[in-house]
Nanobody, 117 residues
Framework: QVQLVESGGGLVQPGGSLRLSCVAS????????MRWYRQAPGKERELVAG????????DYVDSVKDRFTISRDNAKKTVALQMNSLKPEDTAVYYC??????????WGRGTQVTVSS
């Protein structure tokens, strides 16, 4: 059974940091690109960061560049998102996603991140 389980969300003050983690099971993790999406209330789901399966290269939406870092550990089947210098506009539910061409995407249930003073 395919599972992606996120953790690490919570309430943090502006300027603070959080580290999200996603543990995968039930599929060949190393063959999938891993991504973090987020969805704020009343907004569409947005791709925040991704990391490839092949060489581990990463890409980010402009609004989080230089603040967020995505990483993966294929041996542990985990992907993480280190979020620094958090802003109120980063408030959203964050979702872990596994993507592989010609295969169905896998999604986690999400973890809430709230940035507020």
């Amino acid at each position: 059974q395919v599972q992606l389980v996120e953790s690490g969300g919570g309430l943090v003050q502006p300027g603070g940091s959080l580290r999200l983690s996603c543990v995968a099971s039930g599929f060949t993790f190393s063959s999938y690109a891993m991504r973090w999406y987020r969805q704020a209330p009343g907004k569409e789901r947005e791709l925040v960061a991704g990391i490839t399966s092949a060489d581990g290269s990463a890409d980010y939406v402009d609004s989080v560049k230089d603040r967020f870092t995505i990483s993966r550990d294929n041996a542990k089947k985990t992907v993480a998102l280190q979020m620094n210098s958090l802003k109120p506009e980063d408030t959203a539910v964050y979702y872990c996603n596994a993507h592989r061409s010609s295969f169905r995407d896998h999604w986690g249930r999400g973890t809430q991140v709230t940035v507020s003073s």
